[in-house]
């Protein structure tokens, strides 16, 4: 399967309520400040979803307020069917001088992914089918490094470095008898030569990033105003380990509209455009 140029828009459109106007006209916070919530839900695929998220934001001894100067975010979930989720972020303002870093590990281990084709909303769906038809199986662990630097007001340089390994298998239940021919259609594609011999299982990609970032929000974590955009190019070259090397490039503008002046309700809109030059795996084409 060739695929050597695919492009991607995006518009999204969001009526935001927001607490900020109160916020304003608290207190400068200073040291350390907890945020921790149970997670709770239901997939019919993937059972019961149990775990717990926390953000934790270093505000310093004052002068950081309203972001933090350094903040961490870690999240942990099971599923009762298989499926897990681990997520550890680190974003930190001041340990580098003039220099901005974070870092982030993740790992999610789905067994019950959505697969419908690579024809998005034209790819056909059939109601009547099972959902199981609609699944495979995907285990990815996931980490970054980035750098980010101001070059001259809202301007700033961003570099990092992006590494992801895919592990690819068909759904696993106890209903693909129900199924057509027992096959799900993650299965029908590769045995009809869909999806390549060396993208079946899965593969890796390793990748350089670079690109620029014009960021005017008031707050960072609950913007009420200013605009935030990216441009970035990606680059996985074979050198790197990247089993199925190609180059990527995308950008994107989020912009945020204040409907009242104390900031309690905030309209959002984000527009992107990526591309991908070369051959990549079907798999890295949906995966950030």
Known sequence: MKRRFVLLL?????????VRGQEKKAAEKTGFSLGAFPIVAFDQDKGFQLGALANIYDFGKGGWYPNPREQMYLEASWFTKGSQLY???????????????????????????????????ESYYDPDLPTAYYKMSRMVPYGKLDFTGKIVGPLYWKFGYHFKYFILDEFASDHLTDLPYGKTLFAW??????????????????AWRAGLCFDTRDVENAPTRGVWADA???????????????????????????????????FAYRANVQGFIGDPGFYALSFE
Not at 10 to 15: A, S
Request: net charge negative; with cysteine; proline share 5%.
């Open 189 to 206: 594609y590769k045995d009809l030569g869909f999806i390549d011999a060396d993208e079946h299982n899965g593969g890796m990609t390793s």
């Open 10 to 18: 995006l518009l999204t459109l969001t009526l935001v309520p927001c």
């Open 87 to 121: 997520v550890l972020s680190y974003d930190n303002r001041f340990l580098i001088p003039g220099v901005r870093f974070s870092f982030a590990a993740q790992f999610s281990n789905e067994k019950a992914l959505d697969f419908y084709g690579f024809n998005g909303y």
């Open 232 to 266: 970035f190019m990606e680059w996985a070259p074979s050198w790197m380990g990247t089993n199925k090397p190609y180059g990527r490039y995308y950008a994107v503008v989020r912009q945020y509209i204040p409907f009242l002046k104390s900031g309690d309700l905030v």
